[in-house]
């Protein structure tokens, strides 16, 4: 029975200066890389695809079948780009990852590209956390002087660059095409599919996108085995991951253990919900999939516990709300965020953000009017599916989601503001004293 | 230079289309593999709402406003979701449920027109796109009635210029970025961008660089909304009052399809018309703005006789008669210049003017630098060819390699460089130019430079030789007639390696003047006036006893003659600055024993005149032009006042009547008629020469220079906006001639020649030739005019103040580049 | 009550800001832009760091940085300016010396970020997008910055300011006002926007060896899995039927 956390990719967060070098090799790290260089690239790909990691990025494809896909006969180099632009709201794993341990995606990072045969790779990260890209940068630099990186490394013969790329604040670049075409100098917004970036990605060549945790995994996958990492996990949600857990807990913060565990254990390890208040309702991986309540605590947080629930395990970016918060104001909010960072492409997301959010302040300040419910849900049923890219659908599964559990407080929204019947400032995690500070 | 007969090209048997058939809305329908289902939906009579599809542009899936339910891929499974039908390509066994048949599709069609309309303002009775507006349309027949949206709308200062000519009312824009794509895609001149974003994502130029692209009006029609207007046409009409004529443009030898409205007696704007084989859906700027100059003060109206040496109006009768007494006087000194700007139904009125009723070979269209080895290579390789035997548009799209010589697309046929672009971006088409720099337009096909000093391109060709094949194309202008030797080698490495040749002139009538018999040795259909055969058909068709029998005399040896007096001129349309010696041909034009002059407007050349008749605009009156593929392109008449102008044709008629001798026709109708019955010649051709001496090796500077497409040539005169978008005047010279010279990015800088200096802001350009100073041809000051020497002329250059001519150190080696 | 305006009205939009015409890009700049651009299989793709080299220099995407890039990279201004204005690091108008952010995305905004931010502008005396008269302090409402559990977040210069409460965020702007020493929670010593806009661009600062591993939320998993023994697995510990497979498809490498 594997216990019920299981630190892989977490385990040396808590050393002195885990970021350098040689504290990462003397916990073992590199070793994963010199077993890979032994093997064919193909069977690296066969043994990740046998481990059955699935892509920790949100979307849960399975990465070694990703790295399958790439064309066998095509000329043009191929590139294996890391989406490290972690933006999803409630999503904040990937960033102490690299923060604490950035060897863990550099090894990741020269074992997936040996394995895609891939020359090339690049570490696209968001912007707005420098000391993360001053980790990611020295960490590179490292595995290069150490011969890990670079020219014919360790010997092999096999080359590979890596490259590490600041973003510019952009969430559409965390969806993968348009991260490639932030990549490429442009203005971030997804492309058209086909062709898939496998057969023409950056540079319309062969490319590869992993999420950050998904390549970190690599590591640990080649030096425990395929078997080990499958032995985590649920029927088919293998391995470990990362849960975030944030919002009214006691103690929020990062757990790693094995897909299918449940909210009801993470909160317990938190610490429990904030002290004399009780869940109301919560998103299991970000805000882009649907909101679930209390009655869904026991539903395992695996990829197909959270769809039998009506939502998704997306980034495992567990946002706690207690029974303090306006439901209305965290579905504006979050649609606020959505309209804020849709990139303009396509009309529903363009367009459709921009009308939710205003009939949204409308619920909010109770001044909504009655068939605005109806309206509010016809308009997200016509943006919902039809939109460019899934940005969208994130706004409309916050709306859809909220109103299929609190449409009370939607109808509340025709009369009363959302600050008379959950005053705000009962929700801030600050003392009381802190709010009367310059009120 | 092969000739491919009609017989090989059947010959080449074409590879069957592969099919895939689907079902959409119940109906099955076989649509060649790769058709978008947007577009399969069209087969059968579907129209599905869209704004950013367009099928000239790369799909990009944008608005999606043409959602259908997909209820099978063809692999039994069907799409949870709508999809685009823009960007869906058919697949065998597919099944379609659009708007028609499926309550999802027009759910989402609905929903999408409502998005659309949430941000558009209500200004539609005053938007110049009301009544033609595809926004307007399809939400009458795809939208909501009422919108559901009580919020604001977005707004923004109103309209903003993005360039002179095209003005942007970001409120109306739907941002469909068919504008944006076309700029980058199609012409290659991405100076407007979608910037900002989400809610506030718009289309714009930076800063103060404007949409400078000549190609730019095409944005304009393109944009499904009113988002896009021209400076020209704001305000001017509404959609439902205009009256539109499809016409050829007039302008340079692509032979554009365009749309003419008209309303009140006036043109109102042009629009590129739809022709696949041509100009596909587009134009340029020239096409489709620079039509006003016949409306200026100086249009010519009434007949004008010389008196007391001043011109005067006088009646239609007096003069006739002045002119047939002067013309009469004249005998067989007499000669025809035509101009290269006339319909073929035109040009071959002077060519039975000048031979049957003035009895003279004398007669020349090209108002330009020209050559007797040109005149050779026109009879040769040019001078009764068919549409089937020239090389075409298709062609380039499917050419391997096209080879530039003495030729700038983008400047001088901008319609074959969007081809050659399309060709470069979705074929691979390898481009080589043989010039002094990449040119704008070079860089932008991706074209390979083979550096060449102005007057040598026949040496550069040379070494060409092992990398032409047969599924090459050689495309050479008209400047090669400059460059002594090009033409006859640009024939025989056609000849040696199988290539194909097309012979591109820059105006619309030249193809047809040719083959009109507007050549001193050439009757009509390529006939060699030193062919007795030939003159015999000609004679006989014409119903005369005898044509001259000698080949006439050039337009340079007839100017010769008129500046000693010897020789009477009539004239078509010339300028003299588009002469190698503008002087000369004013001086000549001054002493002509007698001058007639045909026009529309009061020239250089009419005011010169001793008669001047006045004559219609080409929107006043039919024809047809062939153009650089020998494809006729009809032209109709736009404008039928009932106080028309006469037309050339008439005017020549009256004057044959008057002289006594009969032209055989008073319209272009009959005109065409009668060229058509005489047909092409099926005897010997011209043979190809090779006594060309090509130019000697030269000291010092050597000029180079073109006609950029907007400049100061009468046509775009009266186009105010339209010129102000054009290219500035620069000197451009390579790194090492600006160090040699003294001269600095930006400074001003002075080139003379033998007749004079002009002073221009310096362009460095890093792939030019050393000692090549390269001016346009016609911006600002006619550089003939200015300097006395043409492409390939010595010049000397230096810093604008400084002391001309002496560089700083001798130079050490030549043409690098 | 909560949240910002509903802005309809766009009065200035579409470019950067072009009043402003003063650059201190030099040819030493233009070096290290080419440097940028040549990291790069195709040197578009250094257009991104590019700008953020160009907002080291200059304090701003600059119309005389627009124009350096677009001649670098050669590529027309206007397809710079669509990437300039398109992503919400790139400033357009001088940001101060110290660039703070105040997420107000949903979890943050409920935990007290509005709160935060009300206080922030208050004490400021400037709005969003704004900079303090003096240039040493410009604000901006930030989108989710991947630090949840860490909520409420401020950022400084894009460093974390983890945990925060109106009593932490005033001594903060105490503090940067007065130029005093300022410490991320789990980052480096504070130094400028400016030069965290150099290390982004890809010039390292050489402060990567500062601060923590990681912050106390990232580690209180790590901390109970210590506390109660738990551990991953070990490779020995796989499931030996699987393990039987495992060799099967990779015995000639193991050998």
């Known amino acids: 029975m594997t216990d019920t956390l299981t630190p892989v990719l977490t385990a040396n967060w808590g050393d002195d200066k885990a970021w350098k070098l040689s504290n990462y090799e003397r916990r073992g790290g590199y070793k994963a890389l010199r077993k890979a260089l032994e093997m064919q690239p193909a069977d690296l790909v066969t043994w990740v695809k046998d481990a059955n990691l699935r892509g920790r990025g949100g979307a849960g494809f399975p990465t070694g079948m990703k790295w399958s896909f790439l064309p066998k006969d095509n000329p043009n180099p191929v590139y294996l780009v890391v989406n490290a632009d972690e933006s999803e709201p409630g999503t904040c794993k990937d960033i102490p990852l690299m923060m604490a341990s950035p060897h863990t995606l550099v090894e990741g990072v020269i074992i997936s590209a040996f394995a895609c045969n891939s020359h090339h790779a690049f570490i696209y990260c968001r912007g707005e956390v420098l000391h993360v890209i001053r980790r990611l940068q020295q960490a590179v630099r490292e595995a290069y002087s150490a011969g890990y990186a670079g020219k014919n490394i360790l010997g092999t013969g096999y080359d590979l660059e890596i490259t590490v790329h600041a973003g510019a604040g952009a969430y559409i670049c965390g969806e993968e095409t348009a991260l ?118 026991d539903v395992p947080l695996d990829f197909e516990g959270m769809a039998e629930a009506g939502s998704m395990l997306g980034t495992r970016a567990l946002q706690i709300f207690d029974e303090t918060t306006s439901v209305v104001r965290t579905t504006l909010r979050w649609v606020e965020f959505y309209k804020h960072e849709s990139c303009g492409k396509c009309t529903p997301c363009r367009e459709g953000t921009w009308w939710l959010v205003q009939t949204l302040r409308n619920f909010e300040a109770g001044k909504a009017s009655p068939g605005d419910i109806e309206k509010l849900l016809d308009v997200s049923d016509n943006i919902g599916g039809k939109s460019f890219c899934a940005l969208a659908d994130g706004a409309v599964a916050a709306v859809t989601s909220a109103v299929k559990f609190f449409r009370d407080e939607f109808e509340a929204g025709c009369t009363t503001p959302a600050w008379e019947l959950f005053p705000y400032e009962k929700s801030a995690l600050f003392a009381d004293s802190e709010l009367g500070a310059h009120a | 230079m092969s000739v491919n007969s009609v017989t090989d090209k059947n010959a080449e048997v074409a590879p069957r289309e592969e099919l895939v058939t689907l079902t959409i809305d119940g109906i099955e329908v076989s649509v060649p593999k790769g058709t978008l289902v947007i577009r399969a939906a069209e087969r059968v009579g579907v129209d599905i709402p869209r704004f950013c599809d367009h099928p000239l542009l790369d799909p990009v899936g944008a608005c999606r406003q043409c959602m259908v339910e997909v209820p099978d891929m063809g692999n039994g499974r069907g799409m949870p979701k709508p999809q685009a039908s823009c960007t869906l390509e058919a697949m065998p066994g597919m099944k379609i449920s659009t708007q028609v048949s499926s309550p999802v599709a027009t759910k989402a069609q609905e929903g999408m027109l409502e998005f659309l309309l949430i ?171 620079a039509f006003v100059s016949g409306r200026l003060d100086d249009r010519v109206t009434t007949p004008l006789v010389r008196r007391d040496g001043q011109l005067v109006p006088a009646s239609w009768h007096e003069a006739i008669d002045t002119a047939v007494a ?116 070079s860089i932008k096909l991706g074209a390979t430079l083979v550096g060449c000093v102005p007057g040598r391109e026949a040496e550069c060709l040379d070494g060409l030789t092992d990398q032409i094949d047969g599924e090459s194309i050689i495309l050479v202008g008209e400047r090669a007639a400059q460059s002594p030797g090009t033409l006859q080698t640009v024939a025989r490495l056609a000849s040696a390696t199988g290539a194909k040749l097309a012979w591109i002139p820059r105006r619309a009538g030249e193809i047809g003047a040719i083959e009109a018999g507007c050549l001193p040795g050439l009757l009509p259909g390529g006939r060699p006036v030193a062919d007795a055969t030939a003159r015999v058909d000609v004679a006989a068709a014409w119903g005369t006893d005898s044509l001259p029998a000698t080949e006439g005399l050039d337009a340079e040896a007839m100017l010769a003659e008129a500046a000693a007096g010897q020789m009477a001129l009539v004239t078509a349309g010339i300028e003299p600055r588009d002469f190698a010696d503008p002087q000369a041909v004013r001086e000549a034009l001054d002493q002509a024993s007698f001058l007639v002059s045909l026009e529309s407007r009061l020239s250089e050349v009419a005011q010169r005149a001793d008669v001047v008749f006045p004559v219609a605009l080409l929107e006043e009156h039919a024809g047809s032009f062939l153009n650089w593929e020998h494809r006729r392109g009809t032209v109709n008449t736009v404008i039928r006042q009932g106080n028309a102008p006469m037309t050339d044709l008439r005017v020549l008629g009256a004057l044959s009547d008057a002289m006594g001798a009969e032209l055989g026709f008073r319209g272009s109708k009959a005109a065409g008629a009668s060229l058509d019955e005489l047909g092409a010649w099926d005897g010997e051709r011209a043979t190809a020469r090779s006594d060309a001496q090509r130019a000697a090796s030269s000291e010092g500077a050597v000029l180079a220079t073109w006609r950029q497409l907007l400049d100061d040539s009468a046509g775009n005169d009266g186009e105010v906006a339209l010129m102000a978008t054009a290219q500035p005047a620069v000197l451009r010279v390579s790194p090492a001639t600006a160090q040699r010279y003294g001269l600095a990015e930006g400074q001003q800088a002075t080139v003379s020649g033998v007749a004079g200096s002009m002073e221009l802001p310096v362009a460095v350009v890093d792939d030019m030739v050393d000692e090549v100073v390269w001016v346009p041809t016609n911006t600002g000051r006619p550089v003939r005019e200015a300097l006395g020497v043409g492409a390939g002329g010595s010049v000397t250059v230096a810093a604008a103040g400084a002391d001309a001519s002496v560089p700083d150190s001798p130079s050490t080696d030549g043409g690098a580049a | 009550m909560s949240g910002h305006e509903f802005q309809s009205h766009f009065e200035n939009s579409g470019s950067i800001d072009m009043d402003d015409t003063s650059t201190n890009i030099d040819e030493t700049t233009m070096d290290e832009l080419r440097q940028l651009a040549a990291r790069y299989p195709q040197k578009r793709s250094a257009l991104l760091p590019m700008l953020h080299l160009v907002q080291s220099v200059d304090g701003r995407v600059s119309p005389a940085g627009i124009q350096a890039c677009a001649d670098v990279l050669e590529i027309s201004t206007a397809q710079v300016s669509g990437v300039a204005t398109f992503y919400t690091m790139y400033k357009r108008r001088p940001a101060g010396k110290h660039h703070v952010g105040v997420c107000t995305t949903a979890l943050c905004a409920v935990m ?5 931010l009300d206080r922030v502008q208050a004490k400021l005396g400037i709005g969003e997008n704004e900079t303090t008269p003096d240039g040493k302090i410009s604000l901006e409402r930030l989108e989710c910055n991947a630090a949840c559990d860490f909520a409420p977040v401020m950022m400084v210069n894009w460093e974390f300011m983890d945990h925060m409460t109106p009593a932490k965020a005033d001594e903060l702007l105490d503090k940067l006002l007065n130029d005093e020493e300022v410490h991320s929670t789990r980052g480096a010593r504070i130094t400028s926007w400016r030069e965290a806009e150099r290390v982004l661009a890809g010039f390292p600062d050489g402060l990567a060896d500062e601060g923590p591993t990681a912050g106390d939320s990232s580690l209180v998993g790590l901390r109970i899995a210590q506390q109660r023994g738990w551990k991953a697995p070990t490779a020995e510990q796989a499931p030996v039927e699987q393990a039987g497979s495992e060799q099967a498809s990779s015995g000639e490498e193991t050998k």
Not at chain 1, 245 to 263: D, M
Not at chain 2, 172 to 184: D, G, I, K, M, N
Not at chain 2, 264 to 280: I, T
Not at chain 2, 386 to 409: G, I, N
């Open chain 2, 119 to 289: 941000n558009h303002p209500l200004d539609c009775p005053i938007c110049d796109k009301g009544g033609e507006c595809p926004l307007q349309n399809q939400a009458l027949s795809h939208g909501h009635g009422e919108s559901r949206y009580e919020g604001a709308k977005r707004t923004f200062p109103k309209p903003v210029n993005v360039s002179a000519q095209v003005l942007l009312d970001r409120e109306r824009c739907v941002l469909c970025a068919r504008c944006t794509r076309f700029s980058e895609q199609i012409s290659g001149d991405p100076f407007i961008a979608l910037v900002e974003r989400g809610a506030l994502q718009q289309v714009g130029i930076y800063a103060d660089d404007p949409y400078d692209s000549y190609f730019s009006g095409n944005v304009i029609q393109i944009c499904p909304v009113g988002a896009l207007t021209s400076a020209s046409y704001r305000f001017q009409a509404r959609p439902f009052d205009l009256v539109s004529t499809p016409v050829t443009c007039e302008h340079c030898a692509a032979g554009c399809q365009l749309r003419s409205d008209h309303r009140h007696y006036q043109v109102k704007r042009r629009l590129a018309g739809d022709a696949p084989e041509v100009n596909e859906e587009w134009n340029c700027d020239k096409g489709r703005f």
């Open chain 1, 180 to 297: 490639l075409d932030s990549l490429e100098g442009r203005r971030g917004q997804p492309r058209l599919r086909p062709p898939f970036p496998a057969v023409a990605g950056l540079y319309a060549s062969p490319t590869v996108i992993n999420n950050v945790e998904s390549i970190a995994s690599v590591p640990g996958i080649i030096a425990n085995g395929k078997d080990w990492f499958a032995g985590m996990g649920t029927e088919k949600s293998k391995g470990h991951g990362i849960f975030s857990l944030s919002g009214h807990v006691k103690t929020p913060g990062q757990f790693e253990a094995p897909l299918g565990i449940t909210l009801r254990e993470l909160i317990d390890l938190g610490g429990g919900m904030r002290e004399g208040h009780e869940l109301k309702f919560f998103t299991p991986g970000g805000s882009s999939t649907p909101i679930l309540t209390a009655e869904h605590l």
């Open chain 3, 112 to 116: 007290g970020g509005d709160i935060l």
């Open chain 2, 326 to 441: 002067g013309l009469k006087a004249a005998g067989d000194k007499v000669g025809v210049l035509p101009g290269g700007r006339l319909t073929v139904e035109t040009a071959y009125g002077y060519s039975r003017f000048a031979r049957a009723v003035l009895g003279t070979n004398n007669i020349d269209h090209r108002s330009r630098p020209s050559s007797d080895e040109e005149a050779a290579f026109l009879a040769h390789a040019v001078a009764g060819r068919t549409l089937e035997e020239s090389v075409t548009y298709r062609d380039l799209e499917k050419a391997k390699k096209v080879v530039l010589v003495c030729f700038e697309p983008e400047d001088e046929s901008p319609i074959v460089f969007l081809r050659l672009r399309k060709a470069y971006r979705k074929n691979k088409l390898e481009v080589v130019t043989i010039a002094p720099y990449s040119s704008r337009g």
